[in-house]
C-alpha cells in the first residue's frame, strides 16, 4: 500500500511570501518564449487530508534532471509547510517562495522531493483548485487550477503517472473519487476513511480530479469491441439519478461511435462522471472522472427542455471524445488549445449529425458559429485560432479556439476527403500517443496520409479575422459552346494587431441548380489565391448557383443571387443547408433593410420579394419530406447578431423591431399554414427525449411564437392552453416565453406560480431568471436590480449569475441597450462584483460588450464610459485583459 505518513500536525506554517512588483503591468505569456520543463516527473504521488477549512496536501515527485538550471514549481494561494529532499527536511534558506513560485536552486540531478501545503477549499470561490460546492469537495485545474492545491509544474508537456490517497471524515464524505483506478480503501481512525487511486497513464496535472462528499450513484456498464465490460458511474446530488438517464444513455452512444467513427477504444477499467451545481465552465475531461456543470448533465421532461437534453448529448459525448483528443494526445502548451478543443469539438458535433439527422446539426452549429464566434472575430477580441500571446489562458476559451477550431477540421476533411481524412486521424493516434504535441504534429499526419503541401492550409491557425468571399456570375454570349464563368475573390479585413491578411485556403462546395433540380454535380474549388475563375457547361435554362454547401468553409459569403435565385434554391437545393441558407439570407437582407430604415425613423416599404418569401416557406411548410426540426429552422429568422453585424453600426433597438416586423409580417402571409402546423404539431404523446419527438415540439414552438409576433388573440389563448397544459419543460417555457412577449395580466401571475412550482429545483430556477432578464420590464433596470436581490438570487453560484446577468446583456435587447446608460452600468457593477469572487467567469461575462463598436455612437461612448470605469477599479487580470483588448490600445 501507498500510504503517506501524517507527520505534519505540528509543522509550523512557513510560508514567507516575497513582495511582489505590484505597480508592472502584467506581462503576457507568449508562443516564442516556448522551453521544455528541464526536469523529467515520473511519477507523483499525493495526498491529501481533507477538511473544509484546512486541506493538508503533501506531494512525493520523482525528479530527474533533463537541463540545467533551478526547479521551479508554480503554486498560487496555498501555504507551504515544508519542503523536503529524499526524506530530508530543507532549512527555510534552501528555497524561495514568490507570490507564484516555489525555486530550488540547488537540487541534485535525480531526487525525491516532499511537499506539504496548506489551503482552505471553503473560501475558494474562484471554483479553480479545490473547493467546496453544495457540501462536497471537487476540484477543477484546467487550465491553470492545480497549482492552487500544491507546488507542482502547472504546465500541459509534464507527464506523469499520479497515484493519490484521499482521507476524509467517512460519515461527511462517504465517496472519496480520483482518477483511474481503486487500489485500495479503509477505514482509520477518528472516524475518517480513505482510498488510494492509481492512474496508470501519465498525464499532465490539468487533468487531475479529485472528489469527495455524499452522493447518490447511477450505474451502467458498457462492452468496448475487444469486449472489455466497463462499469460506467454517475455521481449527483442525493435524489437526482433518475435526472442522470439520459446522460448515461448519451455516454453509451459516445463510446460506441467513437469506436466505429475514429476505431477509439476506452482504455480504463472504469469510466465516471460527476455534476456539481457550482462550475466555471460547462464540463471538464479530467482523466476517467469528468465533473460536469450540473446543467449539462441533469435532465427529465419536467425540468429540462429539448435544447437542455441536445446539450447533455453533445458534451456528455465531447468530455468522452476527449479521452482519445486532449488526454491520450494532449498540447505542448496553452497555444495549442486548439488541437484538443476544436477537434473534439468537430468529433462531437460529428456524432450529434449522425445521432439526430445531419443537415439540422449543421445549420444549428453554424448559426452559433456565426452568433458568437464571427461576433469575436469581427470585434476588438479577435485572435487567431491558435493564439501568440496571452495574460490570462482562461480567457482563451472561445467560440474562435473550439468552433472556428472546429470548422477547420472540417475544412481538411472536405479539402482531402473522408478516406484521406481518416487516415491522417489514425496517423496521428498511433504517431502521437501519449505525448504532448503541437498544431504542427497533428498537421503533419494529414500530410503524411495526403501527400499535399499542407503548408498554405497552416496561415487559417495565424490569421484572425473572417475572410469574405464574394461570387460572381459573369454574363457570357449565348453560344451553346462557350461555358459560362463563376469568379471567387477573397478579402480578409484587419483585426487588432494583424492590419495585413494573406489569402487562404478556401474550400468551396458549389453547384448549379435549375428549377427542377441540380443541372450538375457537386463541385469543390479549394481557393488559394485571392481571386480565381471557374468555368462551367451552359445550360439552355435558368439556374442558379448554390454556393458554399454545408457551408464548407468559416467565411462571408457575398453572392449576386437576386431574390428570384434565393427562391430557387429554397425549393431545389439538394444541398438542405444551403435550401436553408438562401432562406437565411433573404431574410437577412429584408432585415438589414427594415433595420436602416427604422433607424431613420421610416416604416419599411412593404418589399415585393415579400410575396415570393413566403410562399417558398409555406411550400416546405406543407412538405412532408422535410422533418419538423429542419421546418422549424426555416421558420427561424437569422440572429439579431447576424443582422447587427451586417447593418453596423446601428442602433440595436433597430435592428430588435426588425426581427419583429419580419415576425409579424410571415405570421400575417402564413397565418393559416401556421395555425395548422400547431395543431397538427400539438398532440406528441408521451414525452421522449429522441430528435423526431423534439423536432415537432420545436416546430410547434416555432409556430407559436410567430403567432404571437402577431399579437394575434389566438396565439394568446394558445400561449395559456400551452401554458396549463404542459407536461414537459420546453412546452411549459415556450409557452410562458410567449406570454411574457404578449405581456397582459396573465404574465405576473404565470411568472409567480412558475417560481412558486419550481423555486427548490435549481436548474429550473435558472430558467425563471433568465426569462425575467429578457423580459421588457415596464420599470426598466429596476426589475432586474430588484430580481438581483430575492433571497434565491445567488450571485457566487455562475450558473444563477449568468442567467440574469448574461440572460440580460444577451438577451434584452430594450433595457441592456437603454439610451440612459442604466443598463450597461448595472452591468458593468454585476461583472466587477462577480470579480471579486471569481475573476474567470466575471471576464466571460463582460464579452457581452464586445459587439459596442457595431452600435450607433451614443452608445458607443456609454459602453466606452463603463469598459474605462472597470479598467480604472484595477481589476483581476482577466478582467483587465478583456476589458483593455475591448477598449483598444
Ligand atoms: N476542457 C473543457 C472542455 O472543453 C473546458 C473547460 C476549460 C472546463 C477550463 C473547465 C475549465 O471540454
Ligand atoms: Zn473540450
Not at 174 to 183: D, E, R, S
Not at 776 to 803: F, K, Q
Amino acid at each position: 500500500a501507498i500510504i503517506f505518513a501524517h507527520n505534519i500536525a505540528a509543522s509550523p506554517i512557513l510560508t514567507h511570501i516575497l513582495p511582489m512588483k505590484t505597480d508592472a503591468a502584467p506581462k503576457p505569456t507568449r508562443l516564442e518564449d516556448y522551453t521544455p520543463f528541464n526536469f523529467d516527473l515520473s511519477e507523483s504521488r499525493f495526498d491529501f487530508r481533507l477538511d473544509p477549512r484546512q486541506t493538508t496536501v503533501r506531494s512525493l515527485l520523482s525528479l530527474t534532471r533533463t537541463a540545467p538550471g533551478p526547479l521551479v514549481l508554480d503554486g498560487e494561494n496555498i501555504d507551504l509547510v515544508s519542503v523536503e529532499i529524499d526524506g530530508r527536511l530543507l532549512k527555510r534558506t534552501a528555497y524561495r517562495v514568490t507570490q507564484t513560485q516555489l525555486i530550488l536552486d540547488d537540487v541534485p540531478d535525480q531526487f525525491a522531493l516532499n511537499i506539504t501545503t496548506r489551503c482552505d477549499p471553503s473560501a475558494n470561490t474562484t471554483l479553480m483548485g479545490l473547493y467546496v460546492s453544495g457540501g462536497r469537495f471537487c476540484t477543477q485545474c484546467e487550465a491553470e487550477g492545480f497549482r492552487r492545491i500544491t507546488y507542482y509544474p502547472d504546465r500541459p508537456d509534464v507527464m506523469s503517472e499520479f497515484t493519490v490517497l484521499i482521507d476524509a471524515d467517512k460519515a461527511a464524505y462517504p465517496t472519496l473519487l480520483a482518477n483511474g483506478n481503486m487500489i485500495e480503501a479503509g477505514d482509520i481512525d477518528g472516524g475518517r476513511h480513505y482510498a488510494i487511486w492509481h492512474d496508470p497513464f501519465p498525464k499532465p496535472c490539468y487533468l487531475f480530479a479529485l472528489v469527495a462528499g455524499e452522493f447518490d450513484r447511477l450505474d451502467d456498464s458498457f462492452i468496448t469491441m475487444n469486449g472489455r465490460t466497463i462499469p460506467l458511474e454517475i455521481y449527483v446530488d442525493p435524489g437526482d439519478a433518475p435526472k442522470a438517464a439520459y446522460a448515461m444513455d448519451s455516454l453509451k452512444r459516445s463510446m460506441a461511435w467513437d469506436e466505429r467513427a475514429f476505431g477509439r477504444e476506452y482504455d480504463l477499467d472504469r469510466f465516471m462522471i460527476v455534476a456539481v451545481r457550482d462550475f466555471n465552465f460547462g464540463a471538464m475531461e479530467n482523466k476517467g472522472l469528468n465533473i460536469f456543470n450540473s446543467s449539462l448533465l441533469l435532465a427529465d421532461a419536467q425540468t429540462a427542455t429539448d435544447l437542455n437534453f441536445e446539450r447533455i448529448e453533445s458534451v456528455v459525448a465531447h468530455e468522452y471524445f476527449h479521452n482519445w483528443t486532449g488526454n491520450r494526445i494532449t498540447c505542448r502548451d496553452w497555444f495549442q488549445l486548439c488541437l484538443k478543443e476544436g477537434f473534439t469539438v468537430f468529433r462531437d458535433q460529428e456524432f450529434s449529425a449522425d445521432q439526430r439527422g445531419a443537415a439540422v446539426q449543421r445549420i444549428k452549429d453554424v448559426r452559433a458559429l456565426r452568433a458568437r464566434q464571427f461576433a469575436e472575430d469581427n470585434g476588438p477580441l479577435a485572435h487567431p485560432v491558435r493564439p501568440t500571446e496571452y495574460l490570462k489562458i482562461d480567457n482563451f476559451y472561445t467560440a474562435t479556439i473550439y468552433e472556428k477550431g472546429a470548422e477547420l477540421i472540417r475544412m481538411l476533411k472536405t479539402w482531402l476527403g473522408d478516406a484521406t481524412f481518416r487516415k491522417g486521424c489514425d496517423i496521428y493516434f498511433d504517431r502521437l500517443d501519449g505525448t504532448a504535441a503541437t498544431v504542427e504534429q497533428f498537421i503533419a499526419c494529414f500530410e503524411a496520409a495526403s501527400g499535399e503541401d499542407m503548408h498554405p492550409f497552416m496561415q487559417w491557425y495565424h490569421q484572425a479575422g473572417t475572410p469574405r468571399l464574394t461570387v460572381e456570375r459573369h454574363q457570357t454570349p449565348t453560344s451553346p459552346v462557350i461555358s459560362q464563368v463563376v469568379s471567387f475573390s477573397q478579402m480578409t479585413p484587419p483585426t487588432p494587431g494583424q492590419a495585413d491578411k494573406a489569402p487562404l485556403m478556401i474550400p468551396i462546395r458549389w453547384q448549379a441548380i435549375g428549377d427542377d433540380g441540380p443541372l450538375m454535380d457537386p463541385q469543390l474549388t479549394v481557393m488559394t489565391t485571392d481571386t480565381q475563375t471557374v468555368s462551367y457547361p451552359r445550360f439552355d435554362v435558368p439556374h442558379s448557383l448554390s454556393i458554399m454547401q454545408g457551408f464548407s468553409a468559416p467565411a462571408i459569403l457575398r453572392s449576386d443571387a437576386t431574390t428570384e435565385d434565393l427562391i430557387r434554391l429554397m425549393g431545389q437545393d439538394p444541398d438542405a443547408f444551403n435550401r436553408w441558407e438562401a432562406g437565411q439570407t433573404l431574410a437577412r437582407r429584408l432585415l438589414v433593410d427594415c433595420a436602416r430604415a427604422l433607424e431613420s425613423g421610416t416604416m419599411p416599404e412593404p418589399d415585393p420579394a415579400l410575396g415570393a418569401f413566403f410562399g417558398a416557406l409555406g411550400k416546405t411548410l406543407r412538405d412532408d419530406s422535410f422533418d419538423d426540426a429542419f421546418k422549424a429552422l426555416v421558420l427561424t429568422q437569422p440572429t439579431g447578431m447576424e443582422v447587427l453585424m451586417a447593418a453596423a453600426p446601428i442602433d440595436p433597438i433597430a435592428v430588435s423591431e426588425a426581427g419583429d416586423w419580419l415576425a409579424r409580417a410571415v405570421a400575417d402571409g402564413l397565418r393559416n399554414d401556421l395555425l395548422q402546423t400547431y395543431a397538427a404539431m400539438k398532440d406528441s404523446g408521451p414525452f421522449s427525449p429522441d430528435a423526431a419527438s423534439a423536432g415537432r415540439r420545436a416546430l410547434k414552438g416555432r409556430c407559436l411564437s410567430l403567432l404571437a409576433a402577431r399579437f394575434d388573440p389566438l396565439a394568446a389563448s394558445l400561449a395559456a392552453q400551452q401554458l396549463d397544459d404542459a407536461t414537459n419543460m420546453t412546452d411549459e417555457i415556450g409557452a410562458l416565453i410567449t406570454l411574457s412577449r404578449l405581456g397582459g395580466q396573465r404574465v405576473e401571475s404565470s411568472m409567480e406560480s412558475f417560481f412558486e412550482k419550481w423555486k427548490d429545483q435549481p436548474l429550473v430556477l435558472d430558467k425563471y431568471y433568465s426569462v425575467q432578464a429578457m423580459r421588457h420590464h415596464a420599470d426598466g433596470i429596476h426589475a432586474i436590480i430588484r430580481l438581483a436581490e430575492t433571497p434565491t438570487y445567488e450571485r457566487s453560484n455562475p450558473n444563477r449569475v449568468r442567467a440574469l446577468v448574461g440572460g440580460f446583456a444577451m438577451g434584452n435587447v430594450r433595457l441592456f441597450h437603454r439610451l440612459d446608460g442604466s443598463g450597461y452600468r448595472f452591468f458593468a457593477d454585476q461583472v466587477l462584483d462577480m470579480d471579486g469572487r471569481n475573476p474567470s467567469v466575471a471576464a466571460r461575462l463582460l464579452g457581452a460588450f464586445e459587439i459596442w463598436r457595431k452600435l450607433d455612437a451614443k452608445r458607443q461612448q456609454l459602453i466606452r464610459d463603463q469598459l474605462d470605469r472597470i479598467i480604472a477599479t484595477r481589476p483581476s487580470k482577466n478582467v483587465l485583459e478583456i476589458a483593455q483588448r475591448m477598449r483598444g490600445a
